[in-house]
């Protein structure tokens, strides 16, 4: 149950014009996995919230670096790992970030959404790393609606 | 995985309409067109969301600072038709309290 049947892994450059490539690759991967349209939706939004954020902030006006995605196939859930060498982020400004809460438009911050909504559309999430940040994100397979797409994918768990 | 901007001026309202997506790539491109207009003195802007299939904090971003913008110029800002996927992330931030968002029209009741 624990053991990844499956693992990809994508290391593509960290800009922006590769983020929609993620997106795809990671939507056909929650698809083939029976995951529901909705839920391949917040997927491709969280991959894609942790990609930009790497394309945009660990690499600032330095060299170009990378970024590699994992992807954990397993029975009841896709874990998906997204990994820049890059600076990584302040904490502190972290729990400053979030949606609007009775917040007028002036006190807005146009950036900071992206990881209030990685929290928001998974399941499970850790961000972690010293240099460089690590995201990784979980989201569960809800097994009953979609049975036929999974036994088409992964090997059938003993009953 | 693109954006396509048609911009089209009627009766002194600047519409706006997107299809495609809106990311870190095709953002810039949207501010090119967007961010003028909202410095427009008393501008009424309303955009067509209804074809946009994607759109993350990146275009959230973006609809934030024009408000902004637009507000400071004593000008109005209107989102219109965001399909429910757009309308979520607009729900789950919050935002759908400070923007102007009309779902109300329908493709062709307009």
Redesign the interface.
């Known amino acids: 149950m624990n053991k990844a049947s499956d693992f990809i892994e994508l290391t593509l450059p960290a800009k ?2 590769y ?3 993620v ?2 690759t990671i939507s056909g991967v929650a698809n083939r996995m029976g995951f529901s349209f ?1 839920e391949i ?1 917040d997927i ?2 969280a991959v ?2 942790a ?2 954020n790497a ?2 902030h660990a690499y600032k006006g330095a060299e170009e670096g990378q970024i590699r995605i994992g992807c954990g196939v397993y029975d009841n859930r896709l874990e998906i790992m997204v990994v820049d060498r890059g600076k990584s982020f302040d904490y502190d400004t972290l729990n400053q970030l979030g ?4 917040k ?3 006190q ?4 900071g ?2 990881l ?2 990685i929290e ?2 998974m399941d499970k999430v850790e961000i972690s790393g010293d240099e460089g940040v690590i995201v990784m994100m979980t989201k569960y397979l809800h097994r009953d609606e979609v049975e036929e797409n999974v036994d088409r994918t992964s090997p059938a768990p003993t009953q | 995985m693109n954006l396509h901007i048609t911009q089209d001026t009627i009766d002194t309202i600047d519409h706006l309409q997107l299809v495609g997506e809106v990311d870190a790539y095709t953002a810039p491109k949207l501010k090119e067109v967007l961010v003028p207009l909202t410095e427009k003195q008393g501008a009424t802007i309303v955009i067509d969301l209804q074809q946009v299939d994607y759109m993350d904090s990146t275009g959230l971003g973006i609809f934030v600072g024009a408000l902004k913008s637009t507000k400071k110029n004593d000008g109005t800002m209107k989102l219109s038709g965001m399909t429910e996927r757009v309308k979520r992330l607009f729900e789950i931030t919050g935002l759908t309290e400070v923007m102007d968002i009309d779902n109300e029209v329908k493709g062709e009741a307009r």
């Open positions: 922006a014009d983020v929609g490539v997106r795809l909705d939706e491709k939004i894609s919230e990609c930009t394309v945009n949606p609007v809460n009775g007028s438009i002036d807005l911050n146009e950036g959404l992206g209030f909504l928001s559309l």
